[in-house]
């Protein structure tokens, strides 16, 4: 339980993570940041979200990034 309450991601879902870059970076950005197709070929949230439940590699890049961004 200890180790979740270090967890700065703890209890924050992927559309709430997703939704915060993109409102900082923009899709352009974030897919310069991240070039992944979701990101830079006709994105949105909802085909990005689908594409991050299935990739954890590129989940881990969105969620390191939304970390980063907190500095």
């Known amino acids: 339980m200890s180790e979740q309450q270090n967890n700065p991601l703890h209890g924050l879902t992927l559309e709430f993570i997703l939704t915060r870059l993109v409102e900082l970076y923009g899709f352009e950005e974030l897919g310069q940041h991240i070039n992944i197709r979701c990101f830079t070929h006709d994105p949105s949230i909802q085909s990005s979200l ?7 590699w590129a989940r881990e890049k969105v969620e390191k990034l939304y970390l980063v961004s907190l500095d």
């Open 50 to 56: 689908k594409f991050l439940r299935k990739t954890a």
